[in-house]
C-alpha cells in the first residue's frame, strides 16, 4: 500500500447539489463501517445532502445494485465492498466480477461509479486501508470524492443512449 501519487482529498467543488446514492456490502462490517463513514463524509464535506445508502449482501451484489439505481436518474455511485483472500479461488471470481461489473455499468450509462471495492490478503490490508481510527488510508472517502469529481467534470455532457 503505497498511496504514492494520490490526489489530494477534500471537497469536490461544484457537487453540491448531486443526487448520490452509496451501494454498500454488508460482508466484514467493521472495515464496512468504516469505508461507509468515510464515503459519507467525503460527500458531506462536497455539500452533497442527496444521499442514499442501498446495503446489499456482498461485494458479488455491487453491479447488479449499480446497475438498477443507475437506471434510477441518480448523478453518481459509490461503490463499497470488501474481500479478502482464502485459500480457495472465490476470490478472483468475485474480485473480477465485481470490478467488470461495475465498469460496464459506468460505462453503459455514463454515470459515474466510485469503486471502493477492497481486495486483500487479509483483514489488516482492510483495517489498514478503511478509514477508520488508525487507518493509513481511507478509501470510502477516495472512492465517493472520485465519483463527486467525475460527475462535476462530466456534467457539460450527454450521457450515452440507454441501451
Known amino acids: 500500500m503505497s498511496g504514492h501519487g494520490a490526489p489530494e482529498t477534500g471537497a469536490v467543488e461544484g457537487a453540491a447539489g448531486l443526487k448520490v446514492v452509496i451501494v454498500a456490502a454488508r460482508w466484514h462490517i ?7 463513514a468515510g464515503a459519507q463524509r467525503a460527500l458531506a464535506d462536497s455539500g452533497v445532502t442527496d444521499v442514499t445508502v442501498l446495503r446489499v ?5 455491487l453491479p447488479v445494485a449499480a446497475s438498477r439505481v443507475a437506471a434510477a436518474g441518480v448523478d453518481a455511485i459509490v461503490a463499497l465492498g470488501v474481500v479478502i483472500r482464502g ?14 461489473g ?18 486483500c490478503d487479509d483483514d ?5 486501508r478503511s478509514g477508520l481510527p488508525g487507518s493509513k488510508e481511507d478509501k470510502g472517502y477516495e472512492a465517493a470524492q472520485a465519483a463527486l469529481a ?11 443512449a440507454a441501451s
Not at 30 to 36: A, I, K, N, S
Not at 57 to 61: H, K, L, M, P, S
Not at 124 to 128: C, E, G, S
Not at 150 to 160: E, G, I, Q
Open 30 to 36: 467493521q472495515v464496512m463501517d468504516g469505508l461507509l
Open 57 to 61: 449482501a456482498g461485494t458479488y451484489e
Open 87 to 100: 485459500g480457495t479461488p472465490h476470490f478472483e471470481y468475485v474480485c473480477g466480477a465485481a470490478t467488470d
Open 102 to 119: 461495475l465498469t460496464q455499468v459506468s460505462v453503459r450509462t455514463g454515470i459515474p461509479v466510485g469503486f471502493g471495492v477492497l481486495t
Open 124 to 128: 489488516q490490508q482492510a483495517l489498514d
Open 150 to 160: 467525475t460527475a462535476v467534470a462530466l456534467a457539460d455532457y450527454p450521457r450515452p
